[in-house]
T-cell receptor
Framework: EDQVTQSPEALRLQEGESSSLNCSYT??????LFWYRQDPGKGPEFLFT???AGEEKEKERLKATLTKKESFLHITAPKPEDSATYLC???????????FGTGTSLTVIP | DAGVIQSPRHEVTEMGQEVTLRCKPI?????LFWYRQTMMRGLELLIY????????DSGMPEDRFSAKMPNASFSTLKIQPSEPRDSAVYFC??????????????FGDGTRLSIL
């Protein structure tokens, strides 16, 4: 069964304290893995797409990586404005389906 | 680019009433998705369309839910009759495709639905 699992559910960091969020997936055929950021009262906002193992993407303090089983979102020297829920989604070739994880709620304390 | 536009932003209604949620996708996007988000279950895909045709509605919870896309710039999600357990935030998203891979989905800001 296709599945996406994110960990941890919640993460509190001091400003400047780097960390990583995990997205593990089990799909029979990966067409793409997407990272989104969601602020309260808003829809998810696209961050990155990764298509194959070994691929990396960077944007400001964020870096996403992909292996055959999981993806990591690395946050370097986070700031309070990075506080949000980060969602991972996969596009599976089986039935051309889309699955979202339940997200990691990140709080960065000044 | 105006982005995906959803209306209404908030809806409060009584159990048994019909609810209609509306979505205008980004111009040029040929995929449209309806999601439901709750604390317990996160984001769940309800149905998606390609070129106005429903492709997969396996996520639609019951016959009380229906979705239509009469043209490329408009879609509705209808719940009739509504029940308290339908309370959630409903998102619409649109995207396009390059080769075999879908491009990222762009989301609206959602409709917060409360059924009393």
């Amino acid at each position: 069964e296709d599945q996406v699992t994110q960990s941890p559910e919640a993460l509190r960091l001091q400003e400047g304290e780097s960390s990583s969020l995990n997205c593990s997936y089990t799909v029979s055929g990966l067409r793409g893995l997407f990272w989104y950021r969601q602020d309260p009262g808003k829809g998810p906002e696209f961050l990155f797409t990764l298509y194959s193992a070994g691929e990396e993407k960077e944007k400001e303090r964020l870096k996403a990586t992909l292996t055959k089983k999981e993806s990591f979102l690395h946050i370097t020297a986070p700031k309070p404005e990075d506080s949000a829920t980060y969602l991972c989604a996969v596009h599976s070739s089986t039935g051309n389906q889309f699955y979202f994880g339940t997200g990691t709620s990140l709080t960065v304390i000044p | 680019d105006a982005g995906v536009i959803q209306s209404p932003r908030h809806e409060v209604t009584e159990m048994g009433q019909e609810v209609t949620l509306r979505c205008k996708p980004i111009s040029g996007h040929d995929y449209l998705f309806w999601y439901r988000q709750t604390m317990m279950r996160g984001l769940e895909l309800l149905i998606y369309f390609n070129n106005n045709v429903p492709i997969d509605d396996s996520g639609m919870p019951e016959d009380r839910f229906s979705a239509k896309m009469p043209n490329a710039s408009f879609s509705t999600l209808k719940i009739q009759p509504s029940e308290p357990r339908d309370s959630a935030v409903y998102f619409c998203a649109s995207s396009t495709r390059t080769g075999a891979a879908n491009q990222p989905q762009h989301f609206g800001d959602g409709t917060r639905l409360s059924i009393l």
